[in-house]
């Protein structure tokens, strides 16, 4: 077998397993521009876990969100949470906050215009909610024989290492 015939089927298994194995996914990408000291909103209503990341190309754009004020502002009592960095801004959504979720973005003043790059970004995890009766924690309590669900998380764990090693390898090769 040669490299190319060795690099490529590499190549398959990374794209056909990491689809399978991973979870995370982008659902929407916004690229946009906002003015000085202005406003751009969006409104959310995609349930569950979620993760805003926010990549100011050009400026300083900062990230409000509320599920409460419709048109958030960079006033505190006007937003929920917030980040408000130079370069990347992430905000972390909770599967338990109330939709729709509202979105702002905000141009600073110190640029005439900021452009960005927002991704919604669904993530596959199970948050715990402290209200109610788990039945897996129960079960897990009673059975300690390493069933499926112990295989999964041991193949979650070291897929993206096994991920990793193979995108070396191609590196290497090619």
């Known amino acids: 077998m040669d490299s190319f015939q060795l690099s490529s089927l590499a190549v398959f298994f990374c794209i056909v397993l990491g689809t399978v194995c991973e979870g995370d996914y982008v659902a929407q990408t916004v690229n946009d521009e906002v003015g000085e000291g202005n406003y751009t909103y969006y409104t959310l209503s995609h349930p569950g876990y979620l993760v805003l990341q926010m990549t100011t190309l050009q400026g300083d754009a900062d990230l409000y969100v509320s599920s409460d ?12 949470m917030s980040s408000f960095t130079c370069g990347e801004d992430r905000v972390e959504i909770s599967k338990f906050m109330r939709r729709p979720i509202n979105i702002a973005v905000y141009g600073h003043p110190r640029y005439p215009s900021s452009k960005y790059s927002l991704d919604v970004i669904v993530v596959d995890i199970d948050e715990y ?8 924690v129960e079960s897990s309590h009673e059975r300690k024989d390493g069933g499926p669900e112990e295989e999964e998380s ?8 096994v ?7 191609i590196d290497v090769i090619l």
């Open 69 to 80: 004020v419709e048109q958030p502002t960079f006033n505190l009592e006007e937003h929920t």
């Open 163 to 169: 991920r990793r090693i193979l995108e070396i390898l």
């Open 154 to 161: 041991t193949i979650k764990v070291v897929w993206p290492i």
């Open 129 to 136: 909610d402290p209200f109610t009766i788990d039945e897996k």
